[in-house]
C-alpha cells in the first residue's frame, strides 16, 4: 500500500517514524502535501519521500490512501480533490464535518468514484459498541464529559474548575470546532449530532484530557473513562490519536479488519 500524507505536523512526523523506521506497516508513505516548505523538504530528505506544495502534483503520484493529518481548513480545502482523484481518504480533522451535508456530499461522492472515506478513532473508544447497539435503532443516550485544562481550551489560567459548556454535539463542535472531535465522532458512529449530549469542564488541576462516555440502550449500559497521555513531541496532540491512525491503516494493509 502506498500512502500520501496531507500535512507536516507532529502526527504526520510520527506516521513517517514509525511506517519509514519502525517498519509497522506493510506499505510505505511516499508522499507528503504541505505549505510549510521548510519543514517539508525537512521531512522528505530524512524520510526520503517526495514533497509538494501543489494538490494536483501530490495526486499525480501513485497512492492507494491518502491521509489528512493537518486541519480543518486543510481537510476541507483539500478532500474533494483526493476523492474525485479515485484515492481513498482518512480525515483526522473529523471537526471539518461539523456540516452534516457536507458528509452527507462526502459519502455520495466516494460511492461515485468508487473509494472508501474513513474516519478513525482518534483519542476516544467505543465507537464499535455504539455502532452495533444502534444496528436496530435501539440506541438510547449517550453523553461524553471532555475535562480538559485551560491551556488545552486555549484559555487564560482559570483557579477552579468550571462547567465551560452543556449542550448538544452539534453546539459543541461549533463552539469548539478543534477540541471536541471527539463529540462529532460519537455522534456520527450513534445517535447523531443533535441527540449526543456534551458537557466541556475546564479542569486546572488536571494534566491530562479526559473523556468519559456514557451510553444505555436496548443492549444495556456503557460507561468509559479514557485519560490521553500527549503526544511527546506536542502536549496538545493526543497520543491516542496518532496511534488510531496508525492502526487504522494497519487494518486496512492486513486485509482482515476486527470490529466494525
Do not use: C, W
Not at 200 to 207: M, N, Q, S, W
Amino acid at each position: 500500500m502506498k500512502i500520501g500524507i496531507i500535512g507536516t505536523g507532529n502526527i504526520a512526523s510520527y506516521l513517517l517514524e514509525q511506517i519509514k523506521d519502525g517498519n509497522v506497516l506493510n506499505g510505505e508513505i511516499t508522499a507528503l502535501l504541505g505549505r510549510n516548505t521548510e519543514v517539508g523538504e525537512r521531512l522528505a530528505s530524512r524520510y526520503d519521500v517526495d514533497f509538494h506544495t501543489d494538490i494536483q502534483e501530490f495526486l499525480s503520484v501513485p497512492l492507494d490512501m491518502v491521509v489528512e493529518a493537518a486541519t480543518i481548513e486543510a481537510a476541507a480545502l483539500y478532500m474533494k480533490d483526493v476523492v474525485a482523484s479515485k484515492k481513498n481518504i482518512m480525515i483526522s480533522s473529523v471537526g471539518v464535518f461539523q456540516d452534516i451535508d457536507l458528509l452527507n456530499e462526502m459519502k455520495e461522492l466516494a460511492k461515485l468514484n468508487g473509494v472508501q472515506l474513513s474516519l478513525p478513532s482518534g483519542a476516544i473508544g467505543g465507537l464499535d459498541l455504539l455502532k452495533s447497539a444502534n444496528a436496530v435503532n435501539g440506541l438510547k443516550n449517550v453523553r461524553i464529559t471532555t475535562r480538559k485544562s485551560p491551556a488545552s481550551l486555549g484559555l487564560p489560567n482559570e483557579q477552579k474548575e468550571d462547567l465551560l459548556f452543556e449542550g448538544s454535539a452539534l453546539q459543541a463542535i461549533q463552539k469548539f470546532p478543534r477540541n471536541v472531535n471527539v463529540a462529532l465522532l460519537l455522534a456520527l458512529a450513534g445517535i447523531g449530532a443533535e441527540k449526543t449530549k456534551v458537557r466541556v469542564i475546564v479542569d486546572p488541576a488536571i494534566k491530562r484530557n479526559t473523556h468519559t462516555i456514557e451510553a444505555d440502550g436496548d443492549f444495556g449500559e456503557m460507561q468509559l473513562h479514557i485519560a490521553n497521555n500527549p503526544m511527546p513531541t506536542n502536549p496538545k496532540t493526543s497520543y491516542l490519536a496518532a496511534l488510531s491512525i496508525l492502526e487504522a491503516l494497519r487494518d486496512d494493509s492486513r486485509g482482515v479488519r476486527i470490529g466494525n
